[in-house]
């Protein structure tokens, strides 16, 4: 049945470089007349309206309508169908947006992504939105800054949403349920007040258990709550003028993200896909793990046209950002690795620029944006000192110059009661190892061990930029971009132990110093850095080469920059340099057979210098950044749709994505992740569907859209599950990741792929409909995390994807 059904879905896909554009289907009077053929879609990723064709870059859109039909209501389901992007949304706070298999994490992020023009990507924990009211999503691949800013390193996801239209009156209403108590609730109306100003209100509702079981004592893990309601308004009072205002308002309240233990087994066994055991405490202040997160967001654009070329455009953005979560790190019912984390964020960008156009052979456009992020991070660290002790139990016996079995036997030889379980989660050491071997006391260990950590991280960029387009034949256009940007920097740090063991005055009973995690050098103090750093330029060149009026070519070779960082250790502060790609591309778009075939394709290059990665330190408790060296990138894109009938549309995309670390750094030193794959990133990847349309007499449409998705085996680490020993000799030793039982960590997914089907009715009058659909219809079971925080303390976790699910909904539009 799975041939079968793979088969029949094969010969098409969701073609959504250029090619996801919803089907146009022309209906003149005349039925016999009728032409059927794929519609040209308008895009403004150059700071301009433009046809998909006349687009030197490889560029993929989605608009509403389609992504309907895929079932698609979330980024991490899109990104399916968008050749060369993955997204891990585990969380609301930590979404995983990668590009060509670099990926976006904390810090200034390297996919770009904008709500409506703005930058929306810092911080990261406020850029995974709600996908409803969409005028379309843009995805561009590249390098972009030139066009973008704001982390364009290696391209960029543009959420547009439906402006107020002054055209009419209209409204849709859609309601959905399904498995594990699923809804959703989506509308909009849109109100004509008269020719010249209009307001448009639209809103969605998601909300879902979870679907990973937990036997602990917090909910089941995955579930939803999700609130969101945009207000919108035009205003046109001159043919040179028109005004749009955005207010977005989101709340979101989940269960949490599920962090199975690879280690500690639920029910007897470990098991990805079953149940787990992740609890909370009362020192998390929340009653159940998950995230609380609040987004508040105005956008205000205006355009004036200066005269017939010249156009004055006005782009003002405030965001200001909420969010709590607590989680759980270790996966196991007691308190170990037990985290909570407020944050609090504003934002505010300013961006003028003129365009010209004067219908001649140049076009340009020129401008200056700001953009400044305050914010302030509130992290907890809480453990029970009994099993924090037999987490640390090997680095404790190492210090002494033991074995954890030696240190075990000595403390029961000295009478320490319960001295045989040292380094034992089943049953642990209630008494301070240290204190009874180096102190001869007995002191208990304490059960409610809590630390904080609080950092500020401040930012103000300022960019301008340009760009030039010349049309030197019919045939023949020359691009040229340039942007220029300079960053001031600021970040501080401090920690605070806020309960320690009483028996201690101020130490806790393992390691017998103040604190666990946090450096001793920001303890009780804060410490501060700024830097303004030095001016760099960004630029994209590109050439398209018109073969004809349906096929453009072209070739774009570009940089892009991800900027300066202040990475912190201990009671320092190290400016991480700014990361580079320089990109050579080549691409052709057409459209073939009377428009009823359209396809894209590119092939590129690409070498970083200075690769950004970020980890979690144990010892302070915080994510570091560091520079890893230089990685060398390479790959093969390609998406197309065909109408083979009045009633078939066929879709496909193919990535394939080389991205590895290089050998040597730029002065011949051996880099640490050689040879390494970068996370998350499939090499082969590939996207199948069909539009099926079968009329139903003068009743109106059954449509049934099948999809299919195959992903190549890839890593979740850039570690590609090791850790790295130096060899005396410049270079590394490899030495697989374990487990505290010297179990191998599995920190990889093999391929797989999932079958999801839709079906519906839609009546001819366009009014009503109703459909069902099915999500990975097969149940095939995945990963797609393996590490976390755990796997800094050898406790690595395990966040599978979703499993099999069903949902039927019907809409009504008025």
Do not use: C
């Not at 749009?244 to 709340?251: A, F, R």
């Not at 930012?459 to 030197?472: E, S, W």
């Not at 697989?736 to 960590?745: A, I, K, N, S």
């Amino acid at each position: 049945m799975k041939n079968k059904y793979v088969y029949a879905t094969a010969v098409a896909a969701i073609g959504m470089s250029s090619n996801l554009p919803a089907l146009a289907q022309d209906q003149p009077t005349n039925k016999i007349e009728k032409e059927y053929k794929l519609e040209q879609v308008l895009v403004t990723t150059q700071k301009q309206q433009q046809t998909l064709i006349d687009v030197p870059i490889n560029v993929s859109v989605a608009d509403q309508a389609l992504i309907d039909k895929l079932g698609a209501d979330d980024i991490e389901d899109l990104s399916n169908f968008v050749p060369g992007l993955n997204v891990q949304a585990q969380s609301l706070n930590a979404p995983s947006y990668s590009l060509r298999g670099v990926v976006s994490d904390s810090g200034t992020p390297r996919v770009a992504l904008f709500q409506n023009g703005v930058a929306i990507g810092n911080p990261g924990y406020g850029s995974n939105l709600a996908i409803y009211d969409m005028e379309r999503v843009e995805v561009v691949k590249g390098p972009q800054a030139t066009l973008f800013g704001q982390g364009a390193l290696v391209g960029g996801i543009n959420f547009i949403q439906n402006h107020a239209s002054l055209a009419g009156n209209e409204g849709e209403l859609t309601l959905e349920g399904g498995d594990y108590s699923f809804f959703r609730g989506e509308g909009h109306y849109n109100y004509a007040v008269n020719d010249t100003l209009a307001f448009r209100l639209a809103a969605q509702v998601k909300r879902m258990d979870g679907y990973v079981p937990n036997t602990a004592n917090s909910p089941d893990l995955m579930g939803q709550d999700t609130t969101a309601v945009r207000a919108a308004m035009r205003w046109a009072p001159t043919s040179r003028l028109t005004a749009d205002l955005w207010v977005n308002v989101q709340e979101d309240d989940s269960t949490g993200t599920q962090f199975t233990s690879g280690f500690f087994p639920v029910n007897g066994r470990v098991d990805p896909f079953g149940p787990t055991a992740m609890n909370i405490n009362a020192d998390q202040p929340r009653e159940k793990l998950g995230n609380d997160r609040d987004l508040f967001y105005v956008t205000a654009n205006v355009e004036y046209d200066l005269n017939d070329a010249w156009s004055l455009t006005s782009l003002t953005d405030y965001r200001n950002l909420i969010s709590k979560e607590a989680w759980d790190s270790d996966g196991a019912a007691f308190n170990l690795l037990q985290f909570y984390q407020a944050r609090k964020a504003n934002t505010f960008s300013q961006e003028l620029r003129l365009n010209y156009d004067a219908g001649g052979k140049l076009s340009a456009f020129f401008g200056g944006n700001y953009f400044t992020i305050s914010g302030r991070d509130r992290l907890l660290f809480s453990t029970d000192e009994a099993y924090a002790q037999s987490l640390f139990a090997p680095d404790l016996a190492a210090g002494a110059g033991v074995t954890v079995e030696q240190a075990a036997f000595l403390l029961a030889q000295a009478g320490v009661p319960g001295g045989e379980n040292f380094g034992s989660f089943d049953n642990p050491l209630q008494y301070s190892a240290l204190a009874a071997l180096v102190l001869n006391q007995l002191v208990p260990l304490y059960g409610e061990h809590l630390e904080q950590q609080i950092s500020t991280d401040d930012r103000d960029t300022y960019d301008l930029f340009g760009d030039v387009t010349y049309a030197v034949t019919d045939r023949l256009e020359l691009t040229a971009g340039l942007r220029y940007t300079k960053e001031d920097l600021a970040a501080s740090t401090g920690g605070t132990v806020l309960k320690s063991n009483p028996f201690l005055g101020g130490l806790n009973g393992v390691t017998l110093s103040p604190s666990l995690l946090l450096s001793g050098d920001t303890l009780n103090t804060r410490v501060s850095a700024s830097e303004e750093t030095d001016g760099a330029f960004t630029w994209r060149l590109n050439a398209s080469y018109r073969l004809s009026d349906n096929i453009n070519t072209w070739l774009a070779y570009g940089r892009g920059r991800r900027p300066e960082v202040l990475s912190a250790s201990g009671a320092n502060y190290a400016v991480i340099d700014a990361e580079t790609l320089d990109n050579i591309e080549a691409g052709l778009f057409g459209r073939f057979f009377d428009e009823r075939l359209q396809l894209t394709s590119s092939i590129y290059y690409g070498q970083y210098k200075d690769f950004q990665t970020t980890r979690f330190d144990p010892i302070q408790g915080i994510f570091i950044t560091e520079n890893s060296g230089n990685a060398t990138q390479y790959g093969f894109e390609f998406d197309g749709q065909a109408l083979l009938s009045d009633n078939v549309r066929l879709l496909a995309t193919y990535a394939f994505t080389h991205s590895e670390y290089d050998d040597e750094d730029d002065d011949g030193n051996p880099l640490q992740f050689a040879g390494n794959s970068f996370r998350l990133s499939p090499e082969h990847s590939f996207s199948l569907a069909s539009e099926i349309t079968i009329p139903v007499g003068q009743y109106g449409d059954v449509s049934i859209v099948p999809s299919y998705v195959w992903k190549d085996d890839h890593f979740f680490e850039d570690d590609n599950g090791y850790d790295y020993v130096a060899d005396g000799n410049g270079g590394f030793n490899r030495v697989p990741e374990m487990y505290p039982d010297g179990t191998v960590v599995q920190e990889y997914q093999e391929a797989y792929g999932i079958a999801n089907l839709r079906a519906g009715f839609d009546a001819a009058d366009g009014r009503w409909g109703v459909y069902a659909v099915g999500e990975n219809l097969f149940d095939e079971e995945y990963l797609i995390d393996v590490g976390n925080t755990g796997g800094a303390f050898g406790l690595h976790t395990i966040i599978r994807g979703k499993p099999k699910m069903f949902k039927a909904g019907a809409y009504v539009r008025f």
